[in-house]
T-cell receptor, first 115, second 112 residues
Framework: NAGVMQNPRHLVRRRGQEARLRCSPM?????VYWYRQLPEEGLKFMVY????????ESGMPKERFSAEFPKEGPSILRIQQVVRGDSAAYFC?????????????FGEGSWLTVV | AQRVTQPEKLLSVFKGAPVELKCNYS??????LFWYVQYSRQRLQLLLR??SRESIKGFTADLNKGETSFHLKKPFAQEEDSAMYYC??????????????FGTGTLLAVQP
């Protein structure tokens, strides 16, 4: 089992461009979570998705950010019109079940730099 | 409010010295507490969870509900323990999702 795979590992975007971050969960996992880690801060929950459904997006900024987890293919975190403040590490995680008590496995992260 | 507090940004100890990484939490229900470790730009790995009460790599953590703490301890630090350590919690009541709330992390540096 390859674990949670994220790509790209590093992404550089100019202000105003779009960033797309992809996450393939562990085999058999249908629950995906995205977290953001700003410099000098801890990980902050962004969104929780189950196949084709957004379950909890309470941590997502209201504008420019969106996430999807289609029936086929990886989960995508999309940031439109990036700004310098979007520069951060974005971590994806997955679990077998969605309720508490299930182990969450993290990917290696995608580092977004906005110049 | 749900919150995890790790008061120390950096903890530096010598090899062989005891280690205690502090974690305090506030949560209105019954939380499940975790410690995650992140070695130099690698993925976060689950170190231990309070429910399993196990010891991993010599680390232990006891949930103290009275003091709302979940401090991570190891009696003798090793150089390979140098890493970023995150305390986290999630809800334990039925139906609560797996959403984790993280502390800001403590960087443990073990000097030779």
């Amino acid at each position: 089992n390859a674990g949670v795979m994220q790509n790209p590992r590093h992404l550089v975007r100019r202000r105003g461009q779009e960033a797309r971050l992809r996450c393939s969960p562990m085999k058999g996992h249908s629950h995906v979570y995205w977290y953001r880690q700003l410099p000098e801060e801890g990980l902050k929950f962004m969104v929780y998705l189950q196949k084709e459904n957004i379950i909890d997006e309470s941590g997502m900024p209201k504008e420019r950010f969106s996430a999807e987890f289609p029936k086929e293919g990886p989960s995508i975190l999309r940031i439109q019109q990036v700004v310098r403040g979007d520069s951060a590490a974005y971590f994806c995680a997955s679990s077998l079940q969605g309720h508490s008590g299930n182990t969450i496995y993290f990917g290696e992260g995608s580092w977004l730099t906005v110049v | 409010a749900q919150r995890v507090t790790q008061p120390e940004k950096l903890l530096s100890v010598f090899k062989g010295a005891p280690v205690e990484l502090k974690c305090n939490y506030s949560y209105s229900g019954s939380p499940e507490l975790f410690w995650y470790v992140q070695y130099s730009r690698q993925r976060l790995q689950l170190l231990l969870r309070h429910i399993s009460r196990e010891s991993i790599k010599g680390f232990t953590a006891d949930l103290n509900k009275g003091e709302t703490s979940f401090h991570l301890k190891k009696p003798f630090a090793q150089e390979e323990d140098s890493a970023m350590y995150y305390c986290a919690l999630s809800g334990l009541s039925g139906g609560a999702t797996n959403k984790l709330i993280f502390g800001t992390g403590t960087l443990l540096a073990v000097q030779p």
